[in-house]
């Protein structure tokens, strides 16, 4: 079973920091990852993204400047590095990624469990 694990999740004060890690399982190949959060009482609204090569990147506007996603190709892991964190920001983070599945380009998306990120004043 593909299984997407994610780790760093925890409590911080308003303006702190927290570094999200997800490891991708190393024996397959994997294009765009990202990250989405659910706040409760919310949908799942999606954070940021980054390609294979991770020169290129994306971010909703509310995280902009103060979020950074980036991935390390050797071991199939994405980060989020989160910075000046808010109460809005609260909710369960969940890893997103597209693993490949042939060279025409079929692909097939996977999730994380999930990780809590608390932001508290």
């Known amino acids: 079973q593909v299984q997407l694990v994610e780790s760093g999740g925890g409590s911080v004060q308003i303006g702190g920091s927290l570094r999200l890690a997800c490891d991708a399982p190393?024996?397959?190949?994997?294009?765009?990852m990202r990250w989405f959060r659910q706040a409760p009482g919310k949908e799942r609204e999606f954070v940021a993204t980054?390609?294979?090569?991770?020169?290129?990147?994306n971010y909703r506007d509310s995280v902009k400047g103060r979020f950074t996603i980036s991935r390390d190709k050797a071991k199939n892991t994405v980060a989020l590095q989160m910075n000046s964190l808010k109460l809005e920001d609260t909710a369960v983070y969940y890893c997103?990624?597209?693993?490949?599945?042939?060279?025409?380009?079929?692909?097939?998306?996977?999730w994380g469990q999930g990780t809590q990120v608390t932001v508290s004043s």
């Open positions: 190393r024996d397959f190949s994997w294009n765009f």
């Open positions: 997103n990624a597209d693993r490949v599945l042939n060279i025409e380009g079929a692909k097939r998306s996977y």
């Open positions: 980054i390609n294979w090569s991770g020169d290129i990147s």
